[in-house]
């Protein structure tokens, strides 16, 4: 038999009196007249490979293959490396986060699956430095959840970027008002002597303006046809899982013009190994093999072709096989990291998670700032006073504000918050203790994190019914424990939680830190991670400023909170 290239296919010269053979071949494949053609996807050429050894090869495909495998091979060599001598870290790097730059920086695609909290954001950004400086990109984009993509400028590029690299960075945004469109297109002219950093918003490549403004940028980085010489990452790349998805769709072929692709995630997993296939588009069909979903789902699931639901018939996934394979597939371009085998990290790590207001939020915090700024100017409001009319403002940011003059509690609507947390859940696996100053959020909470297994423990639960419910938390019944920290944050032991959300914080400093203790105690073997929702340059910020002094907010005098209303916003 000979194996030849035409046009996109393969075409096999004598490939009649193997017809039945044919057949089980694993991707697409298609008779024209007489001929036999298949997709030359690494699947399908691995399997001619082993049915048809003495088959001649006059396309470049298996040299290809091999040159891929020679890749892999070389990746899964080494492990555990030593600090390199032609790089300078500014920060301080774990061994587990070594060995992650180590394996990659060189590697076109490759995905750090590193649980949240080991410092996966640190790796890409010594990983673009390092290409820089070899002159093998000139542009990054970072591509991650709205608000993660704009704390990858703001803080994480800052603490980690080397001093020496020159980089120019927009976040970007949709619209903007004329100062934000000036800046937009000062960035898209054409600068090779910096390192320039878009960081996008996922939810924008859902829409043709985000797609455009990225490819816009493309185009005014080097390189010789569509692919640039660019580093293109995901950041919680489960966002992409569901291949068919228009924004999984964009964000592929975005990574299709860039010469270097990163996936990162914690849990690349939520809901099977069908997760994975969408992901691996994106660095490339090349690792998986399978140029279609179908075909990928067809060989890891086990289907059920019999469901039916609202009188139409479905496909239904009942199980998993030839695990071990895929697992193969994918270990020379993954590095994997657990906290609990990270034995270098800190006992407690913390981080902060950025989240918008929405429009209607925005107005009335906006509309209580000001009138609280008129009440200071005429010298109307006490300390005491003061002190409610914050309490107001923390309200307003979680998502609803209580009216005590008029027994009235409103709930808005909108609330990305929520939203927010509900993916942080999906970001990270294990246990969750989410902390909440307020009632009408944790009911809010209890029903949005219902589908995890929710246990409540505040004051609108009964002593008996507590009791009731950190049992099943403590025994893996439910992953998630809401409280409040007036009530659940002395005299608890959680221990087998590894994550604390703080939905919101309490005004009183001891609340805060007798709350860390609840699954960080004497004897505790495991790495805790708290993270922060923090509304930017609101009174999350303030209050979380001033508990790291542990100061409580109701002992602020007037002169403080009159400064930070003049500040914010």
Not at 116 to 138: C, E, F, P, Q, R
Not at 492 to 500: D, E, K, M
């Amino acid at each position: 038999m000979i194996i030849a290239a035409e046009g996109k296919y393969l075409r096999l010269v004598g490939a009649l009196r193997f017809k039945s053979r044919l057949t089980q071949m694993p991707g697409f494949a298609k008779w024209k007249d007489d001929q036999f053609l298949c997709e030359p996807t690494r699947m399908n050429i691995e399997w001619l490979e082993r049915e048809f050894p003495a088959a001649e090869w006059k396309s470049s495909h298996l040299k290809d293959l091999n040159a891929l495998r020679a890749t892999e091979n070389q990746s899964l060599s080494t492990y555990h490396f030593s600090k390199p001598d032609d790089y300078d870290f500014k920060t301080t790097l774990f061994q587990h986060q070594l060995d992650a730059f180590m394996r990659s920086r060189d590697m076109e695609w490759f995905a750090y699956f590193m649980e949240m909290g080991t410092g996966k954001t640190k790796v890409y950004i010594d990983n673009a430095a390092y290409l820089w400086h070899n002159s093998k990109i000139d542009g990054c984009i970072v591509i991650a959840p709205n608000g993660v993509h704009a704390q990858f400028v703001t803080e994480q590029v800052p603490i980690h970027m080397p001093d020496d690299v020159d980089i120019d960075c927009l976040i970007y945004r949709s619209g903007g008002d004329k100062a934000a469109r000036r800046r937009k297109a000062e960035f898209l002219k054409p600068n090779l002597n910096k390192l320039r950093i878009l960081t996008v918003n996922v939810e924008a490549l859902s829409h043709k303006s985000g797609v455009e403004f990225v490819i816009e940028f493309l185009k005014t980085l080097g390189g010789v046809g569509e692919v640039r010489p660019v580093l293109i990452g995901v950041d919680e790349s489960t966002r992409i899982k569901n291949a068919t998805a228009i924004r999984s769709m964009n964000v592929c072929k975005l990574g299709s013009y860039c010469k270097f692709r990163r996936i990162l995630s914690g849990s690349p997993v939520t809901k099977g190994v069908e997760d994975l296939f969408g992901q691996f588009k994106f660095l490339s069909p090349k690792i998986l093999g399978f140029s279609s979903f179908y075909t990928f789902r067809n060989h890891y699931c086990i289907l059920d072709h019999n469901q039916t639901r609202g009188g139409k018939e479905y496909v239904s996934i009942t199980g998993y096989q030839h695990i071990e394979e895929l697992q193969k597939k994918m270990a020379p371009w993954v590095h994997r990291v657990k906290k609990e085998d990270c034995l270098d990290l800190p006992p407690k790590i913390y981080m902060t998670r950025e989240v918008p207001l929405s429009e209607q939020q925005l107005d009335m915090y906006r509309t209580l700032r000001r009138e609280m700024l008129l009440e200071f100017q005429e010298m109307t409001l006490t300390a005491t006073m003061a002190a409610v009319r914050m309490t107001k403002l923390q309200q307003i940011v979680c998502g609803h504000i209580r009216f005590t003059d008029q027994d009235k509690l409103v709930l808005i609507p909108d609330v990305p918050r929520l939203n927010v947390l509900k993916e942080i859940m999906d970001e990270i696996d294990g246990q969750v203790i989410v902390w909440a100053r307020f009632t009408p959020d944790i009911d809010r909470i209890c029903e949005t994190l219902a589908e995890y297994g929710v246990s409540r423990y505040d004051g609108k639960v009964s002593t008996d019914d507590r009791i009731i419910a950190e049992q099943r938390f403590k025994a893996g019944v439910n992953r998630v424990m809401v409280s409040n920290p007036a009530v659940g944050a002395t005299g608890r032991n959680w221990q087998c939680a590894t994550y604390a959300v703080y939905y919101s914080n309490s005004f009183d400093a001891e609340h805060r830190w007798q709350s860390e203790d609840r699954c960080h105690r004497q004897g505790t073997t495991q790495h805790v991670t708290y993270i922060d929702l923090v509304a930017p340059n609101t009174i999350d910020s303030y209050i979380l400023s001033t508990l790291s002094r542990k100061k409580d907010i109701a002992s602020l005098t007037i002169d403080e909170m009159r400064a930070f209303l003049k500040e914010e916003l």
